[in-house]
Antibody, heavy 121, light 107 residues
Framework: EVQLVESGGGLVQPGGSLRLSCAAS????????MHWVRQAPGKGLEYVSA????????YYANSVKGRFTISRDNSKNTLYLQMGSLRAEDMAVYYC??????????????WGQGTLVTVSS | DIQMTQSPSTLSASVGDRVTITCRAS??????LAWYQQKPGKAPKLLIY???SLESGVPSRFSGSGSGTEFTLTISSLQPDDFATYYC?????????FGGGTKVEIK
């Protein structure tokens, strides 16, 4: 059974940093592109970032470019999102999601349960 | 970035109704479109990919159509479990984008 479990969310002050993790199981993690998508309270879904299966290519939404870094450790079956210079508008539930084997842009077929990031002083 | 516009934003319907949700792209995305269902407090669930392909395990009352810039999600006979918010998503470009969502409410 495919499982994605996010962790690392919490309360952080504006300007602060946080690292999210997503532990994957039930599939060959190293074969799939992976994605982060967020959802602000009461709002719609917003794409955040993506990484290719081998980690060699990364993609970011303009809203987080230069502040967030996506990475993965295929030996640990884990996806990461390092978030810096956090702003109030970054407050959201962050989901990790599985993409495709072949290409990075893809439908997202499995999602984690999400982890909440709260940015407040 | 490619903009995705969904309509309506809210839809009131009864059990058994046929429901159609529209999604328009700001430029052609061929058939690189997915539909998701999301219930409160839960992660989105993939329903349709490549505009019209039904994800495994999804009931056949869900169907998708369209190509280019205009797409539709149809629920042929609305069931109690279908009251939720639905999102379209394009994956024609590396910057994935989602529609604003359509909330299907009980009439």
């Amino acid at each position: 059974e495919v499982q994605l479990v996010e962790s690392g969310g919490g309360l952080v002050q504006p300007g602060g940093s946080l690292r999210l993790s997503c532990a994957a199981s039930g599939f060959t993690f190293s074969s799939y592109a992976m994605h982060w998508v967020r959802q602000a309270p009461g709002k719609g879904l917003e794409y955040v970032s993506a990484i290719s299966s081998n980690g060699g290519s990364t993609y970011y939404a303009n809203s987080v470019k230069g502040r967030f870094t996506i990475s993965r450790d295929n030996s640990k079956n884990t996806l990461y999102l390092q978030m810096g210079s956090l702003r109030a508008e970054d407050m959201a539930v962050y989901y990790c999601a599985r993409g495709d084997i072949v290409v990075v842009p893809a439908a997202l077929d499995y999602w984690g349960q999400g982890t909440l990031v709260t940015v407040s002083s | 970035d490619i903009q995705m516009t969904q309509s309506p934003s809210t839809l009131s319907a009864s059990v058994g109704d046929r429901v159609t949700i529209t999604c328009r792209a700001s430029q052609s995305i061929s058939s690189w479109l997915a539909w998701y269902q999301q219930k409160p407090g839960k992660a989105p669930k993939l329903l349709i990919y490549k505009a019209s392909s039904l994800e495994s395990g999804v009931p056949s009352r869900f169907s998708g159509s369209g190509s280019g810039t205009e797409f539709t999600l149809t629920i042929s006979s609305l069931q109690p479990d279908d009251f939720a918010t639905y999102y379209c998503q394009q994956y024609n470009s590396y910057s994935l984008t989602f529609g604003g969502g359509t909330k299907v409410e009980i009439k």
